[in-house]
């Protein structure tokens, strides 16, 4: 079954997104030059990873996604990605670039030189993620040179929702079929205004903060056609005061911006848990971070992950 994130991507008619779908395919059909899919949260990395494997034509137990506990063992996931070349062709998936521990990395590096050597022998293709660019990565010393300059030139820059608002009715429609198809709804489509108001919010949460908000008004419509008191109460309020700064610019006076910008934060880690019901891998995966960097925030803002909406640990 295809994964509703991934059909987002059949689901574009903005010309960036055109020639995102155009670089993908020519990814697909050279397993020696790796992918690096580069784009804020939200915006569906891994998901596009996911399509790229689809369109490899591979199949589905031909994709190996190294997670936080593999990259944390050099030994083992060395151990891991040199049988998984060996075995067959496949697409190997390493999330978050900037986050992989320096001796994962230097790993990936003297692997990734094994397939530029003997790509007679290897059909591994090879698919990274960034939330920043490689080049910077490399300037803050997060990225090993002999690993960048191995990373090749084929990157794949996923838009922002707000570069591509044109998309925005027909990612509505979408994700309205998906919960009707499921039976959660009876909402056949949403009212104009509504659409028009959608793209005029910039939508920092990307095609994810989307799909949520567009599910929550599924949930509670009381009709077939969406109206703009079922969408979240925080979004109306950003919506009807037209102020940049979500979700509820009240809550901002006296406030500098790095405290608008953590009070943010903090909300939107407490509502990826609560959906995951309290379990940390699957939010970390939902909101396109590692397991690591979640336990660091949950620490830090001191929510109790079984009781995200409850109040702060001491």
Not at 72 to 90: A, F, Q, V, W, Y
Not at 98 to 108: I, T
Not at 109 to 123: F, I, K
Request: charged content about 25%; glycine content about 6%.
């Amino acid at each position: 079954m295809r994964n509703r994130m991934q059909d987002i991507f059949l689901f574009g008619k903005s010309h960036v997104f055109e020639s995102v779908r155009n670089q993908i395919r020519i990814a697909s059909q050279s397993p020696a030059i790796p992918m690096i899919i580069q784009g804020d949260s939200g915006t569906g990395k891994t998901a596009l990873a996911h399509e790229f494997h689809r369109t490899t034509g591979l199949p589905h137990d031909a994709l190996r996604i190294i997670d936080g506990s593999l990259a944390e063992d050099p030994i083992r996931l060395n151990e891991t990605l040199s049988k998984h070349m060996e075995l067959k062709p496949g697409v190997v998936l390493l999330e978050e670039l900037g986050d992989l521990p320096d001796r994962a990395q230097s790993v990936v590096a003297t692997l990734l030189d094994v397939s530029h050597r003997e790509p007679a022998n290897n059909a591994t293709h090879w698919v990274f993620t960034s939330r920043q660019a490689c080049s910077n990565l490399l300037r803050e010393g997060r990225l090993r040179e002999d690993l960048y300059f191995r990373l090749g030139s084929l990157y794949v820059t996923l838009p922002r929702l707000s570069d591509r608002l044109h998309d925005i009715p027909t990612l509505v429609q979408h994700f309205i079929n998906i919960f009707r198809n499921r039976g959660e709804s009876m909402v056949a489509g949403a009212a104009p205004d509504v659409l028009k108001q959608l793209q005029s919010y910039s939508w920092p949460g990307n095609v994810r903060e989307l799909e949520i908000a567009i599910q929550f008004a599924c949930t509670v419509a009381h009709d077939s056609i969406l109206q703009f008191s079922d969408l979240p109460p925080a979004l109306q309020k950003h919506l009807r005061s037209e102020s940049p700064v979500p979700p509820d610019p009240s809550n901002t006076r006296g406030k500098s911006l790095q405290q608008a910008v953590e009070d943010f934060e903090r909300d939107f880690i407490v509502q990826a848990l609560s959906r995951a019901r309290g379990n940390m891998a699957q939010a970390a995966r939902a909101i396109e971070t590692t397991g690591r960097i979640l336990r660091y925030k949950v620490k830090r803002y001191g929510i109790d992950p079984k009781h995200p909406q409850g109040k702060k640990r001491d």
